[in-house]
């Protein structure tokens, strides 16, 4: 199956942008796109399931069950506002193949909807972080890098990982511009300080005002539904990756 | 080829139940399966071979040979009981994107033979059992969580591994309820005793009287076969799997 | 991709019996399909590269390249004796799903030109060997294991491991019988008198006179093509092998 | 997904040789093939993505992003030159399968523009490099092995590993000819002295006369951007690569 994707409705949208908010490093991302479902009430049109995902299921308080999943949502925009697309989820794909696919198939059903332009959001790993955390980008173009650099952001220097890092590729493959924007963090916990900084960049970039008082309550849920899938975890898995990646090399 | 599926009759059911046997911890949803096969006097309809299952064959004493396999019998209800699908093989997927293969397959040829609700079995691993086992829940919904509940169950807290975890969210796409039964174990050797309790839900959940009195002859059976296939081992894995799944991740 | 077949000729043959000559435990299948195509002068049909095969080539002596690769040969019977088609090859798959493709592609092929019938040769790995080899048997069915029986073969207790275990299942799906003759061996090298014991059983039951005097070539030509690999090497793997494949378990 | 391919330009090419140039071993194809993209200011006509790259952007000095890629150049022969095509990348694929589907999709887009004949470089490791390194052959025919044995080189005697070495089986499949020129290298960093060599012998083979003044600043540029993957690294990878590889054997 790989991906098992099931569209509930298919909105109408103009010229929407994809806002993609998976966990990640810092879970930044995560975060804020959980944020901006609460804040601009974005309703779920999609839902994707992907044989790459983990395979268990977790449980709620009630009794219910939950399962690693990637959802769809939109928002018109109000007063002349840009249209919006939220990639949301509980989970990356576990393998890099996965990965591709997923990403694919999301970029597919966002231009099938008009999207021309896709934002993703991370977090950028310090060892330390001294004052307000710094906002960095990176993009599929210069006219769009010298713009986001006009919000207050510096240039990103290094590798964006996941999801974040492969939209850029797979997106200009289907004629769609991209930025990235990464913010200080020390990457272990859900953490609101630095979503908060990227969300203003963000709401600035779209002129659009977001609300951010609620915001901390966005990070304990986040905090609370990825603990429940064990995502939540101290350990660097960034050597492990490395170790793992480079089989045919040297 | 992924899954193979040979259908040797496509049995007309009404309105069935899907129960599911795997091996699994404690083994319990396999012996039940297989218990319930004898007892019911279930016929196998269909054989699913895939290459997601080990690579190998064992012996039998009379110089046969057994394949990896999962295989599916129906029985019909006697007297106004539900007609049942049972699930039962000797192994589950070796990979992820495997298990939900093989969900996925198996829940088209559940669907499309009517089944609108399916049952997973499993055990919850602890390390000391104290008393008669104690049986926990996690359903689809909430109307289905009650009426467990109703049957002296209590709500599982934490995660639901493999087939019968997924089954939750796959079944779901396909506009089935479900829910699952979780019982006490060690979890090291074919529990009987925690099958028993957990049959004893089941048979309730049913309205069907199900002898018990072999139980221990298909906890035998069970302990045989999946030791002919290297199945039944002492080393908890469960450290291993975190390890090997979050590749993307921090 | 996984398998790209060539054919170079489609056979036209009478109830063959598939022979399958995949390195393996002592080598001892290679060996025995060498012989079979030296002995026979079987002619090659059908070429099968697998994209799970090894990732290399290696070099040959005058300069030329060999890849890693499955060949198809034929034999037509003379005087009475039985059609024949040898699966050799330089390699099997690297992960189970390659195994079970590359299986099920070469099960294909043989049954589309009339083949009932598929024998797999193996080594049975000892820890020490004294007296002649013993030779033990697995077969499809009970009338199958019987008339092994009767050639002086004992019944195999335990797992057979590789494409050897899995074309007992993938053959019965195609309604084929099958058999396994598996033969005492130290399994770390490429074992010509293991060979010579399992294909003088082999003869019998083809009716067929195998020369013998020319199998230590064989057995050379097997070690040289091997070494040239990287597959003939002292490390036990098995217990490498069970720790990487019970990922769902317990 | 596994590749998905962009083709800008279908060019119309007379015989064409492929080359192929990606990272590997001392880098010498990398360099090689960066070097003639410049030289012959040769035109990108197609990009290729797979799900087997890695999962990741990394950023360039002015804010935007590289994605791991493979692209395919060509250049029209001048004064009766033979027309060429360069397989240039920044990555192999991670996995065996991926390089084989890599290595099909290339070829078959090579053939379709009327290519017969394949060219593959590569680094041969060495503990120490004492004098000029010395260049090794191997060729899918003995006609070909003669014709690059009189340009000075020797005959290989080993192992080709990854792309280059699938090539060879894949590209006769295809019913192409090939051969590979290997390099005396440490492999431990972009060779640009290895890399020279191979371009003299290339450039006699191709009755072309190839500048090498700028090669040092095509090995420098080569460094920078495997650097920025995180693919210039001094562990030996070999002995992992070994243990994770012969899964079924033994």
Excluded at 120 to 135: A, C, D, N, V
Excluded at 218 to 229: D, N, P, V, W, Y
């Amino acid at each position: 199956m790989v991906c098992l994707v099931e569209m509930y409705e298919k909105p109408s949208l103009k010229d929407p942008v994809l806002i993609e908010g998976l966990p990640g490093i810092g879970f930044v991302a995560n975060i804020a796109a959980l944020h901006l479902i609460h804040e601009l009430q974005a309703k779920r049109f999609a839902e994707i399931h992907s044989s790459t995902f983990q395979d268990l299921a977790v449980t709620t308080e009630d009794g219910k069950t939950r399962s690693p999943l990637n959802e769809l949502y939109y928002c018109k925009g109000r007063d002349g506002e840009r249209d919006i697309i939220i990639w949301y989820g509980n989970t990356q794909a576990l393998t890099t193949a996965g990965q591709y696919e997923l990403c694919g198939r999301v970029l597919d059903i966002a231009k099938e909807l008009g999207c021309k332009y896709v934002i993703t959001l991370g977090g950028f790993r310090q060892e330390e972080i001294r004052g307000p955390p710094q906002i960095y980008c990176a993009a599929s173009d210069r006219e769009t890098v010298e713009r986001i650099l006009g919000l207050g952001t510096k240039i990103m220097v290094g590798q964006i990982f996941g999801i974040a890092g492969i939209m850029v590729g797979l997106a200009r493959l289907r004629r769609m511009k991209s930025f990235s924007l990464l913010v200080d963090t020390l990457g272990t916990y859900p953490d609101a300080d630095a979503t908060r900084s990227v969300l203003s960049v963000l709401s600035r970039f779209l002129h659009m005002s977001i609300g951010l008082t609620r915001l901390n309550s966005a990070a304990e849920e986040t905090k609370r539904i990825l603990e429940s899938f064990g995502l939540i975890r101290n350990v660097v898995e960034e050597k492990k990756r490395e170790e793992q990646q480079f089989r045919w090399f040297i």
